[in-house]
Protein backbone atom coordinates (compact mmCIF):
# COMPACT_ATOMS: atom_id res chain seq x y z
CA UNK A 1 0.00 0.00 0.00
CA UNK A 2 1.02 3.37 -0.81
CA UNK A 3 1.05 6.47 1.56
CA UNK A 4 -1.38 8.21 0.24
CA UNK A 5 -3.68 5.24 -0.10
CA UNK A 6 -3.22 5.38 3.81
CA UNK A 7 -3.83 9.39 4.03
CA UNK A 8 -7.15 8.91 2.17
CA UNK A 9 -8.52 6.37 5.31
CA UNK A 10 -6.81 8.55 8.08
CA UNK A 11 -8.42 11.66 7.20
CA UNK A 12 -12.05 10.37 7.35
CA UNK A 13 -10.88 10.43 11.19
CA UNK A 14 -11.82 13.61 12.69
CA UNK A 15 -9.49 14.53 15.26
CA UNK A 16 -9.57 18.01 15.64
CA UNK A 17 -7.70 19.19 19.45
CA UNK A 18 -9.34 21.48 21.89
CA UNK A 19 -7.09 24.04 23.61
CA UNK A 20 -10.38 24.26 26.13
CA UNK A 21 -10.56 21.47 27.60
CA UNK A 22 -7.72 19.34 30.58
CA UNK A 23 -7.96 16.00 29.66
CA UNK A 24 -5.63 14.03 27.86
CA UNK A 25 -6.23 13.64 24.88
CA UNK A 26 -8.22 16.87 24.71
CA UNK A 27 -10.92 14.89 22.51
CA UNK A 28 -12.43 11.47 22.70
CA UNK A 29 -12.87 11.32 18.98
CA UNK A 30 -8.31 11.37 18.95
CA UNK A 31 -8.81 7.90 20.63
CA UNK A 32 -10.76 6.04 17.51
CA UNK A 33 -7.70 6.67 15.56
CA UNK A 34 -5.22 5.65 18.25
CA UNK A 35 -7.28 2.70 18.52
CA UNK A 36 -8.02 2.23 14.91
CA UNK A 37 -3.79 2.45 14.11
CA UNK A 38 -2.83 -0.08 17.19
CA UNK A 39 -5.12 -2.63 15.05
CA UNK A 40 -3.61 -1.71 12.19
CA UNK A 41 -0.03 -2.36 13.44
CA UNK A 42 -1.23 -5.82 14.84
CA UNK A 43 -2.32 -6.93 11.16
CA UNK A 44 1.29 -5.66 10.27
CA UNK A 45 2.75 -7.87 12.91
CA UNK A 46 4.72 -5.08 14.52
CA UNK A 47 6.03 -5.45 18.01
CA UNK A 48 3.79 -4.87 20.85
CA UNK A 49 1.84 -1.93 19.69
CA UNK A 50 -0.42 -0.56 21.95
CA UNK A 51 -1.94 2.97 23.14
CA UNK A 52 -1.60 4.03 27.15
CA UNK A 53 -4.01 5.39 29.26
CA UNK A 54 -3.32 8.80 27.54
CA UNK A 55 -3.93 8.09 24.09
CA UNK A 56 -0.41 7.78 23.00
CA UNK A 57 0.55 5.08 20.76
CA UNK A 58 3.45 3.22 20.43
CA UNK A 59 5.18 0.05 18.57
CA UNK A 60 8.16 -1.33 17.11
CA UNK A 61 9.57 -2.53 13.50
CA UNK A 62 11.41 -5.74 15.50
CA UNK A 63 15.12 -5.97 14.57
CA UNK A 64 16.31 -8.23 12.07
CA UNK A 65 20.08 -8.20 13.20
CA UNK A 66 20.69 -11.16 15.55
CA UNK A 67 22.33 -9.12 18.85
CA UNK A 68 22.12 -5.92 17.75
CA UNK A 69 23.92 -3.11 19.68
CA UNK A 70 23.68 0.04 18.02
CA UNK A 71 21.73 3.12 18.13
CA UNK A 72 17.96 2.75 18.35
CA UNK A 73 15.38 4.92 15.88
CA UNK A 74 12.38 6.23 16.06
CA UNK A 75 9.85 8.12 13.92
CA UNK A 76 6.97 10.45 15.97
CA UNK A 77 3.91 12.12 13.90
CA UNK A 78 0.76 13.52 15.72
CA UNK A 79 -2.87 12.19 15.30
CA UNK A 80 -4.51 15.67 16.03
CA UNK A 81 -5.92 18.36 13.56
CA UNK A 82 -6.52 22.13 14.58
CA UNK A 83 -9.95 23.25 15.14
CA UNK A 84 -10.18 26.29 13.24
CA UNK A 85 -11.61 24.92 10.01
CA UNK A 86 -14.23 22.49 9.74
CA UNK A 87 -12.96 19.15 10.05
CA UNK A 88 -15.20 16.42 9.96
CA UNK A 89 -16.91 15.29 6.39
CA UNK A 90 -13.76 15.44 4.94
CA UNK A 91 -14.02 14.96 1.15
CA UNK A 92 -10.64 14.24 -0.46
CA UNK A 93 -9.58 14.04 -4.37
CA UNK A 94 -6.70 13.18 -5.93
CA UNK A 95 -5.17 16.10 -8.93
CA UNK A 96 -3.31 13.59 -11.42
CA UNK A 97 -0.54 15.34 -13.55
CA UNK A 98 -0.71 18.73 -11.99
CA UNK A 99 -0.63 21.23 -15.11
CA UNK A 100 1.20 24.72 -12.66
CA UNK A 101 -2.63 26.14 -13.23
CA UNK A 102 -4.84 27.07 -10.32
CA UNK A 103 -7.32 24.11 -8.99
CA UNK A 104 -11.10 24.88 -8.58
CA UNK A 105 -12.04 22.95 -5.50
CA UNK A 106 -15.41 23.94 -5.18
CA UNK A 107 -17.05 25.03 -8.26
CA UNK A 108 -20.21 26.28 -6.73
CA UNK A 109 -18.66 28.01 -4.00
CA UNK A 110 -16.00 29.24 -6.20
CA UNK A 111 -13.71 28.09 -4.35
CA UNK A 112 -9.84 27.83 -6.10
CA UNK A 113 -6.10 26.80 -5.04
CA UNK A 114 -4.17 29.45 -6.68
CA UNK A 115 -0.90 28.84 -7.89
CA UNK A 116 -0.08 33.30 -8.41
CA UNK A 117 -1.49 33.12 -4.53
CA UNK A 118 0.38 30.23 -3.82
CA UNK A 119 3.59 29.62 -6.13
CA UNK A 120 5.25 26.55 -4.53
CA UNK A 121 2.78 24.59 -5.99
CA UNK A 122 4.57 25.21 -9.54
CA UNK A 123 7.42 22.86 -7.86
CA UNK A 124 4.53 20.03 -8.11
CA UNK A 125 4.31 20.85 -11.68
CA UNK A 126 3.58 17.06 -12.86
CA UNK A 127 2.89 15.63 -9.67
CA UNK A 128 -0.19 14.45 -8.31
CA UNK A 129 -1.61 16.39 -5.27
CA UNK A 130 -4.28 15.78 -3.05
CA UNK A 131 -6.51 18.32 -2.23
CA UNK A 132 -9.76 19.16 -0.17
CA UNK A 133 -13.13 20.12 -1.28
CA UNK A 134 -12.00 23.55 -0.57
CA UNK A 135 -14.81 23.71 2.52
CA UNK A 136 -12.54 21.47 5.26
CA UNK A 137 -9.18 21.00 6.13
CA UNK A 138 -7.05 17.96 4.47
CA UNK A 139 -5.75 16.72 8.22
CA UNK A 140 -2.71 15.87 6.17
CA UNK A 141 -0.75 17.81 9.24
CA UNK A 142 0.11 15.73 10.26
CA UNK A 143 -1.81 12.22 9.38
CA UNK A 144 0.71 12.34 5.92
CA UNK A 145 3.41 11.55 8.63
CA UNK A 146 1.68 8.71 10.61
CA UNK A 147 0.84 7.40 7.04
CA UNK A 148 4.65 7.51 5.86
CA UNK A 149 6.12 5.71 8.79
CA UNK A 150 3.42 3.08 8.74
CA UNK A 151 4.26 2.46 5.17
CA UNK A 152 7.91 2.19 5.67
CA UNK A 153 7.16 -0.27 8.73
CA UNK A 154 5.19 -2.19 6.22
CA UNK A 155 7.77 -2.15 3.44
CA UNK A 156 10.21 -3.78 6.21
CA UNK A 157 7.80 -6.13 7.97
CA UNK A 158 7.07 -7.49 4.19
CA UNK A 159 11.19 -7.89 3.58
CA UNK A 160 12.96 -8.91 6.45
CA UNK A 161 16.40 -10.02 4.72
CA UNK A 162 16.76 -5.65 4.93
CA UNK A 163 19.23 -5.75 8.03
CA UNK A 164 17.94 -2.97 10.18
CA UNK A 165 17.70 -2.72 14.21
CA UNK A 166 14.47 -2.33 16.06
CA UNK A 167 12.47 0.83 15.00
CA UNK A 168 10.69 2.71 17.47
CA UNK A 169 7.22 4.29 16.24
CA UNK A 170 4.63 6.93 17.89
CA UNK A 171 1.83 8.75 17.55
CA UNK A 172 0.91 11.35 19.86
CA UNK A 173 -2.16 13.47 20.68
CA UNK A 174 -2.62 17.15 21.18
CA UNK A 175 0.50 18.17 19.70
CA UNK A 176 -1.51 21.71 18.15
CA UNK A 177 -2.47 22.89 21.34
CA UNK A 178 1.05 22.48 22.24
CA UNK A 179 0.66 19.38 24.91
CA UNK A 180 2.08 16.81 22.20
CA UNK A 181 5.18 15.85 24.16
CA UNK A 182 3.63 16.52 27.56
CA UNK A 183 3.12 12.77 28.72
CA UNK A 184 5.26 10.96 26.15
CA UNK A 185 7.01 8.37 27.56
CA UNK A 186 11.10 8.48 26.39
CA UNK A 187 12.11 6.01 29.02
CA UNK A 188 9.77 3.52 27.29
CA UNK A 189 10.12 4.73 23.62
CA UNK A 190 14.08 3.58 24.05
CA UNK A 191 15.26 4.78 21.18
CA UNK A 192 18.50 6.95 21.31
CA UNK A 193 17.59 9.14 18.42
CA UNK A 194 14.25 10.25 16.51
CA UNK A 195 12.27 11.96 14.17
CA UNK A 196 9.25 13.70 13.38
CA UNK A 197 7.69 13.78 10.70
CA UNK A 198 5.18 16.68 10.85
CA UNK A 199 4.61 19.09 7.72
CA UNK A 200 6.39 21.18 5.17
CA UNK A 201 7.23 20.32 1.98
CA UNK A 202 9.70 17.10 1.29
CA UNK A 203 13.18 17.76 1.27
CA UNK A 204 13.20 20.25 4.37
CA UNK A 205 15.14 19.53 7.81
CA UNK A 206 14.10 21.59 10.62
CA UNK A 207 16.22 21.74 13.83
CA UNK A 208 15.45 25.45 14.57
CA UNK A 209 12.70 26.65 15.86
CA UNK A 210 10.90 29.87 18.16
CA UNK A 211 11.91 30.16 21.94
CA UNK A 212 8.26 30.45 22.90
CA UNK A 213 5.79 32.01 25.75
CA UNK A 214 2.42 32.28 26.16
CA UNK A 215 1.25 35.95 27.60
CA UNK A 216 -1.78 37.00 29.57
CA UNK A 217 -2.78 40.06 30.33
CA UNK A 218 -5.18 40.86 33.26
CA UNK A 219 -7.06 44.46 33.17
CA UNK A 220 -8.63 45.91 35.84
CA UNK A 221 -11.31 48.69 35.07
CA UNK A 222 -14.13 50.71 37.00
CA UNK A 223 -17.55 50.44 35.63
CA UNK A 224 -19.68 53.60 36.40
CA UNK A 225 -23.07 55.00 34.84
CA UNK A 226 -21.98 56.51 31.55
CA UNK A 227 -24.04 59.72 32.31
CA UNK A 228 -21.92 60.39 35.48
CA UNK A 229 -18.50 58.76 34.06
CA UNK A 230 -16.38 61.88 33.37
CA UNK A 231 -13.04 61.47 36.34
CA UNK A 232 -14.12 58.44 37.42
CA UNK A 233 -14.56 55.57 34.89
CA UNK A 234 -11.52 52.82 33.82
CA UNK A 235 -12.30 51.08 30.40
CA UNK A 236 -10.70 47.78 31.09
CA UNK A 237 -11.23 47.48 26.76
CA UNK A 238 -9.69 50.84 26.00
CA UNK A 239 -7.11 50.68 28.77
CA UNK A 240 -5.93 46.57 26.53
CA UNK A 241 -6.24 48.60 23.06
CA UNK A 242 -3.69 51.06 24.64
CA UNK A 243 -1.90 48.25 26.12
CA UNK A 244 -1.62 47.07 22.44
CA UNK A 245 -0.83 50.24 20.78
CA UNK A 246 2.21 50.91 22.97
CA UNK A 247 4.36 47.21 21.50
CA UNK A 248 6.60 47.91 18.52
CA UNK A 249 4.25 48.06 15.49
CA UNK A 250 6.72 45.84 13.51
CA UNK A 251 6.89 43.24 15.73
CA UNK A 252 3.59 41.31 14.75
CA UNK A 253 3.52 38.20 12.60
CA UNK A 254 2.36 40.07 9.34
CA UNK A 255 5.54 42.30 9.17
CA UNK A 256 8.04 39.22 10.15
CA UNK A 257 10.00 36.30 8.15
CA UNK A 258 12.55 33.94 8.71
CA UNK A 259 14.36 34.60 11.92
CA UNK A 260 12.54 37.52 13.31
CA UNK A 261 10.17 37.16 16.20
CA UNK A 262 7.25 38.70 17.26
CA UNK A 263 4.48 39.97 19.94
CA UNK A 264 1.04 38.76 18.34
CA UNK A 265 -2.11 39.87 19.96
CA UNK A 266 -4.22 36.26 19.81
CA UNK A 267 -7.06 36.60 21.65
CA UNK A 268 -8.81 39.37 23.63
CA UNK A 269 -12.52 39.46 25.45
CA UNK A 270 -13.87 42.04 27.76
CA UNK A 271 -15.90 44.46 29.79
CA UNK A 272 -15.06 47.93 31.22
CA UNK A 273 -14.88 46.60 34.26
CA UNK A 274 -12.52 43.52 33.11
CA UNK A 275 -10.12 42.88 29.89
CA UNK A 276 -8.48 40.01 28.84
CA UNK A 277 -5.73 39.97 25.99
CA UNK A 278 -3.83 36.35 25.10
CA UNK A 279 -0.67 37.18 23.46
CA UNK A 280 1.99 34.59 22.34
CA UNK A 281 5.72 35.98 21.83
CA UNK A 282 8.03 34.13 19.82
CA UNK A 283 11.96 34.62 19.15
CA UNK A 284 14.68 31.95 17.83
CA UNK A 285 17.04 34.12 19.88
CA UNK A 286 16.62 33.66 23.28
CA UNK A 287 17.88 37.09 24.48
CA UNK A 288 15.31 38.62 21.99
CA UNK A 289 12.16 36.48 23.47
CA UNK A 290 13.70 38.09 26.99
CA UNK A 291 13.57 41.33 25.81
CA UNK A 292 10.33 40.69 23.80
CA UNK A 293 8.86 39.68 27.56
CA UNK A 294 10.56 43.37 28.98
CA UNK A 295 8.81 45.46 26.75
CA UNK A 296 5.59 43.90 27.40
CA UNK A 297 6.18 44.51 31.34
CA UNK A 298 7.21 48.01 30.66
CA UNK A 299 4.25 48.82 28.55
CA UNK A 300 1.80 47.41 31.82
CA UNK A 301 4.25 49.49 34.70
CA UNK A 302 3.10 52.69 32.29
CA UNK A 303 -0.21 51.89 32.21
CA UNK A 304 -0.30 50.94 35.60
CA UNK A 305 1.51 54.51 37.04
CA UNK A 306 -1.03 56.24 34.22
CA UNK A 307 -4.14 54.74 35.91
CA UNK A 308 -3.39 53.07 39.14
CA UNK A 309 -1.09 50.25 40.51
CA UNK A 310 -2.84 47.12 39.71
CA UNK A 311 -4.91 47.73 36.44
CA UNK A 312 -2.56 46.18 34.69
CA UNK A 313 -1.26 42.25 35.19
CA UNK A 314 1.15 40.50 32.64
CA UNK A 315 1.66 36.60 33.35
CA UNK A 316 4.55 35.00 30.83
CA UNK A 317 4.89 31.78 30.75
CA UNK A 318 7.40 29.99 28.81
CA UNK A 319 6.52 27.31 26.54
CA UNK A 320 9.11 25.76 24.74
CA UNK A 321 12.40 26.14 23.64
CA UNK A 322 14.50 26.22 20.47
CA UNK A 323 15.67 22.61 19.95
CA UNK A 324 18.69 23.69 17.84
CA UNK A 325 20.73 23.42 21.67
CA UNK A 326 20.38 19.86 21.31
CA UNK A 327 20.44 19.04 17.91
CA UNK A 328 24.16 20.75 17.47
CA UNK A 329 25.77 18.03 20.32
CA UNK A 330 24.44 15.47 17.46
CA UNK A 331 25.29 16.66 14.26
CA UNK A 332 24.65 13.17 12.66
CA UNK A 333 21.12 14.12 12.75
CA UNK A 334 21.60 16.64 10.14
CA UNK A 335 23.92 14.91 7.88
CA UNK A 336 22.46 11.47 7.92
CA UNK A 337 18.92 13.59 7.12
CA UNK A 338 20.66 14.79 4.39
CA UNK A 339 22.52 12.09 3.04
CA UNK A 340 18.97 10.16 3.29
CA UNK A 341 17.01 12.84 1.18
CA UNK A 342 19.74 13.02 -1.17
CA UNK A 343 19.47 9.02 -1.96
CA UNK A 344 15.68 9.68 -3.17
CA UNK A 345 16.79 12.48 -6.03
CA UNK A 346 16.34 15.89 -3.66
CA UNK A 347 18.60 18.43 -2.82
CA UNK A 348 18.03 19.27 1.26
CA UNK A 349 17.55 22.32 2.59
CA UNK A 350 16.91 23.43 6.10
CA UNK A 351 14.19 25.48 7.20
CA UNK A 352 14.05 27.11 10.86
CA UNK A 353 10.49 26.85 11.88
CA UNK A 354 8.51 29.95 12.73
CA UNK A 355 6.73 27.56 15.26
CA UNK A 356 7.26 24.95 17.52
CA UNK A 357 6.92 21.29 17.14
CA UNK A 358 6.40 17.97 19.60
CA UNK A 359 10.89 17.48 18.46
CA UNK A 360 11.41 20.58 20.05
CA UNK A 361 10.32 19.25 23.90
CA UNK A 362 11.34 15.99 23.27
CA UNK A 363 14.83 17.07 22.31
CA UNK A 364 14.59 18.43 25.74
CA UNK A 365 13.56 15.61 27.21
CA UNK A 366 16.55 13.43 26.06
CA UNK A 367 15.36 12.76 22.99
CA UNK A 368 17.48 14.37 20.35
CA UNK A 369 14.42 15.26 17.84
CA UNK A 370 14.76 16.86 14.23
CA UNK A 371 11.35 17.19 12.00
CA UNK A 372 10.95 15.95 8.16
CA UNK A 373 8.99 17.54 5.67
CA UNK A 374 6.00 15.05 4.89
CA UNK A 375 5.18 16.99 1.29
CA UNK A 376 2.20 19.24 1.93
CA UNK A 377 1.44 22.64 2.19
CA UNK A 378 -1.47 25.26 3.66
CA UNK A 379 -1.70 23.78 6.53
CA UNK A 380 -4.54 24.67 9.11
CA UNK A 381 -6.60 25.94 6.45
CA UNK A 382 -9.10 24.74 3.95
CA UNK A 383 -6.88 25.41 0.69
CA UNK A 384 -4.17 22.74 2.45
CA UNK A 385 -2.65 20.10 0.26
CA UNK A 386 -0.47 17.05 -0.48
CA UNK A 387 1.63 16.15 -2.96
CA UNK A 388 1.61 12.46 -3.61
CA UNK A 389 5.15 11.62 -4.87
CA UNK A 390 6.45 13.81 -2.39
CA UNK A 391 5.05 11.13 0.28
CA UNK A 392 6.61 7.99 -1.75
CA UNK A 393 10.63 9.84 -1.08
CA UNK A 394 9.22 10.85 2.51
CA UNK A 395 8.92 6.95 2.95
CA UNK A 396 12.17 5.92 1.48
CA UNK A 397 14.09 8.44 3.23
CA UNK A 398 12.84 7.12 6.11
CA UNK A 399 13.87 3.79 4.89
CA UNK A 400 16.95 4.94 4.16
CA UNK A 401 17.73 7.20 7.75
CA UNK A 402 17.12 2.87 8.92
CA UNK A 403 19.41 1.50 6.93
CA UNK A 404 22.09 4.80 8.03
CA UNK A 405 21.66 3.92 11.17
CA UNK A 406 21.91 0.53 11.16
CA UNK A 407 24.91 -0.16 9.76
Known sequence: MRAYERLLRY????????????????????????????????????????????????????STIPDYSGKVLGFIA????????????????????????????????????????????????????????GTTLLGADDKAGIAEILTAAEQLMADKTIPHGPVRIAFTPDEEIGRGADLFDVKGFAADYAFTMDGGAYGELEYENFNAAAMRVHIHGKSIHTGSAKGKMKNAMRIGMEFEALLPAGQKPEYTSGYEGFIHLDEMSGTVENAMMKYILRDHDSDLLEEKKRICQRAADYLNAKYGEGTVQVEIRDSYRNMIEQIRPHAHLVENAYEAMRRTGVEPRSVAIRGGTDGARLSFMGLPCPNLGTGGGNFHGTLEYCCIEEMDQAVACIRNLIEIYSK
Open 78 to 133: HMDVVDSVPTANIRPRIVENYDGGDIVLNEEKNIVLSSQEFPELLARKGKSLMVTD
Open 11 to 62: VTFDTASDETSSTCPSTEKQLVLARALVEEMKEMGLENPRMDEHGYVYATVP
